[in-house]
């Protein structure tokens, strides 16, 4: 997600408004310069454990993992408001995967119309994932869950410390596999990150990198 | 670099420091959050060309860049306090090139001791950089350049719309030929992108990806 004044906020809350702030500009010094006061879940993130498990692992541990990734985009093409342990048992989910849902979120509007009512993941079926041995699990939605008490889904996934990825842009990703780079900022002992997330097709990062050298 | 309240900063500036807040935590909410308030040109950073140019183009250009380059960890072996044109004229320098400094800047505690006293970029050798037709230039200081009135390291750079990389940290890194990976937060109209930067052997990147897919 583009970092703006105007974005996209999870539910349309405002006090999670980031603030783009110049403190200096040529009127008054010889450089311009911008503060940035975010809340660590506003745009494209991931989620450390401590988020939602009290003694959960701080985006320290985060840190520690490599940046690349075997990422299947899944479409959910039934326009439910969320996505069920039906439609999960239905997919070829493999240990290591990182397995990204491109819902009616993504559609054209749909979260700018819908703040409150994106497509989430039920506690079933993220109960049913968290078994898989996944690497991590994404979504096109500032969060993978509502309205559900005690943050179930949050809680069956991170509490197997597989990574829970936030705020991804996905209207022009076709459904299939790719690989996925993942590059957090590095701060240090919080309870998220802020990063990059790309998806690649395997054979076009390759030859980038064959260019290059 | 990672960020945090104790971390170098530029000059060792105090008010440069970036705040990381917790918002809510367990003790008055279901969910842990944290909130950062950072000088964009705090830790490792791009620089926009509106940091030092007025009517630059802002970070919006910056995003539309590619995230691989061709890098070369060069090492600055005299123990001078600036990079001088007569050390870069004994450079291969090719267009395309990302041109990273590793000097002693990245001796363990150099900076710390010397916040002020970083090695930076001399004018005459930015200049002489700035013609060279390559994409960026990086350093293992937090700024490229220190006390020179007007900043003219900065204005040949960024006026050639070359890219400044601040803040690398390179004490483990071997001079030599890299793929360098900048993966920058997608700040709107900013003057610089707080961004994660990782240098990979080709092959090394290579192998990664094969086993991936």
Known sequence: MVIKEDMLLYKGRKHLKPEIKTISDFDNSSAHETELRMNLHTGTHLDAPLHMIPEGADSNQLLENDLFYRAK???IVEQEKKITLRQLQQLEI???????FKTKNSQPNYLKNHPKEFIYLAKDAAKYLSNKAIQGVGIDSIGIER?????????????KEIMILEGLRLKDVPAGKYVLMLAPLKIKASDALPLRAVLYEKQELIDKLDFLL
Chains 1, 2 share one sequence.
């Open 147 to 159: 309205n559900q008490s005690g943050h179930p889904t949050h809680k069956s996934i991170l509490g």
């Open 73 to 75: 985009v899944v479409p």
């Open 94 to 100: 493999e240990a290591g995967d990182f397995i990204i």
